[in-house]
């Protein structure tokens, strides 16, 4: 499978989940904005369901944004009937999110796909460009699904 394929893979896979209200496209807000090789973009508005005790974005929320746009950058660099779960997140919050702040953006890159693992890193912005979050993953790449 090209990657080209791969990406309108997951494509259909985000609508789906949106239109049937499935995942956290439709519970959270967030959204694909651009998939390419070995890299992915996520948007989310913020909202007062996204909320902690201190009235920000809850640090959940954007680990949630990261860890989705991470497993997409590596999605799009994987064979045909392969999967991947997260074995390890790691993220480092540098400031706070307003809930009235107008979007927040998340940018993920592969470092690494291999046969059995893939990491990968990703920053999420601000609508004011500043850096909010940054972080890594490990995914396990496991066959799933066809013949």
């Not at 499978?1 to 967030?30: F, P, Y």
């Not at 999605?75 to 997260?86: C, E, M, Q, S, V």
């Amino acid at each position: 499978m090209t990657v080209s394929q791969r990406i309108s893979e997951l494509q259909a896979l985000l609508t789906k989940g949106l239109t049937e209200g499935i995942g956290v496209g439709h519970s959270l807000g967030v959204q694909c904005a651009d998939l390419g090789d070995g890299r992915a973009v996520y948007t989310l508005k913020p909202n007062q369901a996204q909320a902690n005790a201190m009235l920000t974005v809850h640090g959940g929320v954007l680990s949630t944004l990261m860890d989705t746009a991470m497993g997409s950058a590596i999605f799009t660099r994987l064979p045909d009937h392969t999967g991947y779960t997260t074995l390890e997140l790691k993220v480092n919050f540098i400031r706070g999110v307003a809930l009235d702040d107008p979007e927040l953006r998340c940018t993920a890159t592969t470092v690494h796909v291999g046969r059995r693992t893939a990491t990968a890193q990703a920053e999420i912005h601000s609508a004011a460009g500043k850096l909010v979050a940054h972080g890594t993953c490990t995914c396990l790449v496991q066959p799933f699904g066809g013949a």
